[in-house]
């Protein structure tokens, strides 16, 4: 696609739920990130894929998060048990193979609000 | 280990005026230095970006700013401010190679009529 699309905008949930949120990245960007907002905060590394594989996850916060990307194309970021905390905008941004052109400027989504209550 | 400091979390400017968003990093090796903003419900844009090469560094909307080593700071600066720069602005730092953002804490721009 032109962009980084991600779904959904909006999430609320209860606290304890299990909640999905997806990117699809632009297409042929070969690696996928995955950030946290919170409210006043800058974006916090979470996960970062190059192809299907999970190069770097030093940023996901417990064993509650999970993200996968079998394809290589879409991402999805999962959170098991949700807690108040986890309520956030989570951003997914994209960009192209390492080494080519452009491979250090990540292209953002507009994010996926989740409110946990 | 790297990190980045943005100084002021708020900066009011009266339109027309010069902006100055300040932006400190460290890192133990050569950076790549990235400015984003974002505007209200909308994902993060780029603004400029500094890869090693000339050292000011001009972006779009109007905004420049300059890598200066011996101070470890990127400050982005604009001559004339416009309402419709209002936004968030964020600093980041990556390495070559992991290309994985560090995000400075933001720093809120509003621009007086």
């Known amino acids: 696609g032109a962009g980084v699309s991600q779904t959904p905008s909006n999430k609320v949930t209860e606290k304890g739920k299990y909640v999905e949120l997806r990117c699809d990245p632009i297409?042929?960007?070969?690696?996928l990130y995955w950030y946290r907002q919170s409210l006043g905060q800058g974006p916090e590394f979470l996960i970062y894929?190059?192809?299907?594989?999970?190069?770097?996850d030093s940023g996901l916060p417990n064993d509650r998060f999970f993200a996968v990307r079998p394809e290589g194309s879409v991402s999805t970021l999962k959170i098991q048990r949700t807690e108040r905390g986890d309520s956030a905008v989570y951003l997914c941004?994209?960009?192209?193979?390492?080494?080519?052109?452009?491979?250090?400027?990540?292209?953002f989504g507009a994010g996926s609000r989740l409110t946990v209550l | 280990a790297q990190s980045v400091t943005q100084l002021g979390s708020h900066v009011s400017v009266s339109e027309g005026a010069l902006v100055l968003l300040r932006c400190n990093y460290s890192?133990?090796?050569?950076?790549?230095l990235f400015w984003y903003v974002q505007y209200p419900n909308q994902g993060l844009q780029l603004l400029l970006k500094?890869?090693?090469?000339?050292?000011l560094v001009k972006g779009i909307n109007g905004f420049e700013a300059e890598f200066k080593k011996s101070e470890t700071s990127f400050h982005l600066t604009k001559p004339s401010a416009h309402m419709s720069d209002a936004a968030e602005y964020f600093c980041?730092?990556?390495?070559?190679?992991?290309?994985?953002?560090?995000f400075g804490t933001g720093t809120r721009l509003k621009v007086l009529a």
């Open positions: 500094y890869t090693s090469a000339a050292t």
């Open positions: 890192s133990s090796v050569p950076p790549y």
């Open positions: 894929f190059q192809g299907t594989g999970a190069a770097d």
């Open positions: 297409s042929g960007h070969t690696a």
């Open positions: 941004a994209s960009s192209p193979a390492p080494r080519s052109s452009g491979a250090n400027v990540l292209t």
């Open positions: 980041a730092v990556s390495t070559s190679g992991t290309y994985k953002y560090i």
